[in-house]
């Protein structure tokens, strides 16, 4: 699976109550929770498991693509080697948000190739809580397009090796903050793991209402 292509197939999660799906070849595990869902990433050398709090998580069908809904709101998680983005970078400085740019750039790019538009993209740093660094950027829609989306609004940070990136669509005229809100709260629960995440176990820990 190519972690470039943000409209391919990167996350597969069906969610019914009380059930636990994983996509065994991806790594990639859905474990429903009193708040939303816990999503655990459990790819080589790169995992962590993240927050997803709503009152309604559904899968969004597509035929090509693989997202799901956060109350309404297209949500997507993808990570990415920073090795991939920055060999096609050229000379970038080492501090994470120079790393952050660079993605941002990458991706945009290949985004304005399929779309065959010009974006006008908008970024500014963010602090997290607990002192990370984030990378906020977003852009509008090109005008033409068939799509109920007005805006893509994106959320990273550097994870070890990685790029963590966070992906909402603003569809409705007030949901600009409202997305943004939902990408800083979920990074925000951002846990790593020097090794593979027992799913049982935390299964185990969810059930029990333990802290995770």
């Known amino acids: 699976m190519n972690a470039r292509r943000w409209f391919t197939v990167l996350l597969l999660i069906l969610l019914l109550a009380g059930s636990l799906y994983a996509d065994q070849e991806n790594g990639i595990t859905a474990l429903k929770t009193e708040t939303g ?3 655990v990433w459990n790819q080589p050398d790169d995992y962590f498991t993240l927050e997803i709090k709503g009152k309604e998580i559904r899968p969004l069908d597509s035929s090509e693509h693989v997202f ?6 297209p949500f ?24 952050l740019t660079a993605h941002k750039d990458w991706e945009a790019k290949y985004v304005e190739s399929s779309l065959g538009r010009k974006l ?4 500014s740093p ?12 977003k852009f509008d829609m090109p005008e033409g397009l ?6 893509q609004q ?8 990685n790029i963590l990136f966070l992906n909402g669509v603003v569809t409705g005229e007030k949901q600009e903050a409202v997305v943004r809100q939902l990408l800083v709260d979920t990074m925000e629960t951002l846990k790593n793991s020097p090794k593979p995440i027992d799913l ?6 969810i059930r029990n209402g333990r802290p995770r």
């Open 126 to 137: 963010l602090v997290l809580k607990g002192g990370g660094e984030a990378l906020f950027w």
């Open 200 to 205: 049982l176990k935390l299964q185990e820990s």
């Open 76 to 99: 997507q998680v993808q990570s990415v080697a920073a090795s991939e983005v920055l060999k096609d970078a050229g000379k970038v400085g080492q501090s994470p948000q120079s790393i």
């Open 120 to 123: 006008n993209v908008q970024s």
């Open 68 to 73: 799901f809904t956060v109350d309404g709101i």
């Open 37 to 39: 869902v816990l999503l």
């Open 154 to 161: 994106y959320l990273s940070v550097v994870n070890g090796r």
């Open 146 to 151: 068939k799509s109920d989306a007005r805006q």
